[in-house]
């Protein structure tokens, strides 16, 4: 549904029911799927086919409310994952292996700052934090040999930063590197990464997607942008043979979803934090009124900030859309969408 505007997309996309089907994206509650012979079934095991067979894996329900996520990000492939930091963890995990660094903007949500300062230290991945208000030159002297992956927040939780997205996009490239943009904050209505060189979006959907605060969530989305082949030495996991997949090369035999597709057949198939359906289900209830909720989220916002500004007891305010903030400009630029509402 690329031609149609966000609104749009927000309600129609992912899910397109034919004749007698029903109109609302059904729960598909089902571990298994049916197959009259153990042929097919080790077709689809062995990714020469697809189709459903075990929800860890793929799920109807979780794949519409995904392809929903891709559309209004603008990308090519998308999955689910269990919350935000599943997806934050997928989109660095499929690209690195014990040796490899990371460079990350430091302001970003603790769990994450968490996850990959010393979790996946302890898993060998070393990373570098660097202040997302940074030179060129600071941020360019950051990368390492084995560097393959920079990342940051397009609005920062909770420091509120807007992150400068085309200079983090530039310095990435310059090293033969995949810019991975959490979106959680400005959600696609107010900013769309790839517009601006990201080649990788994740989303804590648990947050606006959702809404309704019923659901933990998360996603990760492949802009299908950046050409694994050409950095072929660097990702290994994408360029030569899956032995887990009888030598399957992703980027070969998946072109614009090898990285989507690697991650939901390795990662999910080894590490399992799939969504169950029933929240894909109310997270595409949230999804479907994100277009008017977000504008009003950013206007409720704008007032506080501005009363806020003006009151006596308080020493400082931070907004992104508050003239005179710090971040307004790159607000202005990254973000119209959020000023349009106010
Ligand atoms: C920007 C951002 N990314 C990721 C996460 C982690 O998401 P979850 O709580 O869904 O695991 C959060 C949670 O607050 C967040 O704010």
Redesign the pocket.
């Known amino acids: 549904m690329s031609d149609f505007k966000i609104e749009t997309k927000c309600i129609q996309s992912g899910y397109n029911p034919g004749n007698g089907e029903p109109r609302v994206l059904p729960i598909y509650q089902s571990t298994t799927f049916r197959y009259t012979s153990s042929e097919q079934m080790g077709r689809l095991f062995d990714l020469e086919e697809s189709g459903y067979f075990y929800t860890r894996l793929q799920n109807p329900t979780n794949d519409a409310v995904a392809a929903k996520i891709c559309d209004l990000e603008g990308g090519a492939a998308a999955m689910l994952t269990?919350?935000?930091?599943?997806?934050?963890f997928y989109a660095i995990m499929n690209i690195v292996e014990a040796g490899d660094h990371i460079v990350c903007a430091s302001a970003?949500?603790?769990?994450?700052f968490n996850l990959y300062a010393h979790t996946i230290k302890k898993m060998g991945v070393e990373a570098t934090f660097v202040d997302p208000d940074c030179s060129e030159e600071e941020l360019n002297a950051a990368f390492q040999e084995n560097t393959k992956a920079v990342f940051g927040?397009a609005?920062?939780?909770?420091a509120l930063t807007v992150l400068d997205l085309e200079k983090f996009a530039k310095a990435a490239h310059v090293h033969g590197v995949p810019f991975i943009v959490?979106n959680?904050?400005a959600t696609p209505i107010n900013c769309r990464p790839f517009e601006w060189g990201a080649d990788i979006v994740?989303?804590?959907?648990?947050?606006y997607m959702d809404g309704h605060a019923t659901c933990?969530?998360?996603a990760i989305v492949d802009s299908g942008n950046f050409d694994w082949e050409a950095h072929a030495d660097k990702f290994p996991g994408l360029t030569t043979p899956d032995e887990t997949y009888h030598g399957i090369v992703y980027t070969q035999k998946f072109g614009k979803a090898a990285y989507i597709t690697k991650a939901t057949s390795q990662l999910m198939r080894d590490l399992g934090s799939i969504q169950s359906p029933q929240n894909a289900f109310l997270l595409n209830l949230g999804l479907e009124t994100l277009h008017l909720r977000v504008p009003r989220h950013c206007e409720n916002a704008l007032a506080v900030a501005k009363y806020l500004k003006n009151h006596e007891k308080v020493a400082w305010v931070t907004y992104p859309s508050l003239p005179g903030d710090k971040n307004y400009e790159k607000a202005q630029k990254y973000m119209p969408a959020a000023h349009a509402a106010c």
């Open positions: 269990s919350s935000g930091q599943a997806a934050n970003i949500y603790g769990g994450t927040e609005i920062a939780n909770p959490d959680t904050f994740t989303h804590s959907t648990t947050k933990v969530g998360g």
